[in-house]
């Protein structure tokens, strides 16, 4: 619950223009080898959303500082990871970018440029408030368009193609209402718990649970498949461990089997069939666990 409130706040902030150019102070006890790792996540999401953004990023790493079970290494790793996914990709992200790539070289004639990105039609309309965005999408489903794909250009070649990047970037502050950021924010706080069970549970499992946050990354098919992939492996193997009802001694190493079997196709028919046969081969082990 204070997480969620915590997440509001932010989301106020910045709605209400409360929000500053002031970066957040780093989390105290920070060890000195994470302290280059946690800056570059506060200059990105400073850039990505603002201060009070950068500041729930903050408080997200605090709550592993100091941690027992929780190394330099991991807690970088957590550092590191946590920044990219609350940075994730949306069309905002893209001319954000486009912007920053013609701000960084003025007056070179080579850096003007198109890309042409390929959205879902659910993405797009899942990237505005979620007041509007949710019956479009009612409505999407209900014709059978979620799926369908939209080219858009990102432009810096003229004077409009900029003030439109310019126009898209600005919907930032809409940002935190959006369908998909509400998305977004649940799947890094179940993360985030995950390693914290793990810590309590297995702690040897630990490194492997942060490093799940890399399943998912970009936008459109692949990002809707990482994710899938992403709660199959928790939700059949992760979970149950935790919560005591399948005997894994080394959930680690059931990840990573879990993870060599993931593929592109999206029925997810050999990530299914390897998570199976990782369950029964721990409950065959422990017939006491399958009676319970």
Do not use: C
Not at 18 to 34: H, K, R, S, V, Y
Not at 44 to 66: E, P
Not at 147 to 169: N, P
Request: proline share 6%; glycine share 6%; charged share 25%.
């Amino acid at each position: 619950m204070a997480s969620v409130i915590s997440s509001l706040r932010y989301l106020l902030a910045d709605f209400i223009g409360e929000d500053d150019d002031a970066p957040p102070f780093l989390p105290e006890g920070l060890p000195q080898a994470t302290v280059p790792i946690a800056s570059e996540g506060i200059h990105l999401l400073m850039h990505y959303q603002g201060s009070s953004y950068a500041q729930l990023y903050v408080d997200r790493v605090r709550r592993f500082v100091g941690r027992r079970g929780v190394n330099e290494e991991m807690l970088g790793q957590i550092a590191r990871l946590l920044a990219l996914r609350m940075s994730y990709e949306d069309p905002i992200r893209i001319a954000q970018l486009k912007l920053a790539e013609l701000e960084s070289t003025p007056g070179d004639p080579r850096m003007p440029s198109v890309d042409v990105r390929k959205f879902r039609l659910d993405e797009l309309i899942g990237a505005l408030p979620a007041a509007v965005a949710e019956p479009a999408l009612d409505v999407l489903q209900w014709a059978g368009w979620t799926h369908m794909r939209v080219s858009m250009r990102f432009s810096t070649k003229s004077r409009w193609g900029v003030r439109r990047l310019k126009i898209e970037a600005s919907l930032r502050r809409w940002r935190l209402f959006s369908v998909r950021y509400a998305k977004e924010r649940a799947w890094v706080e179940r993360w985030l718990h995950m390693i914290s069970r793990s810590l309590e549970k297995q702690p040897s499992a630990a490194p492997a649970i942060v490093q799940t946050a890399t399943m998912i990354h970009g936008y459109g098919d692949g990002y809707r498949r990482g994710l899938s992939d992403w709660h199959a492996i928790i939700d059949g193997l992760a979970k149950p461990t935790f919560d005591g009802v399948l005997p894994l001694a080394d959930l680690a190493a059931a990840i990573a089997e879990a993870r060599a079997a993931v593929t592109p196709e999206p029925r997810q028919v050999a990530l299914k069939r390897t998570i199976a046969e990782i369950r029964a081969r721990a409950l065959s082990a422990d017939p006491g666990a399958a009676a319970g």
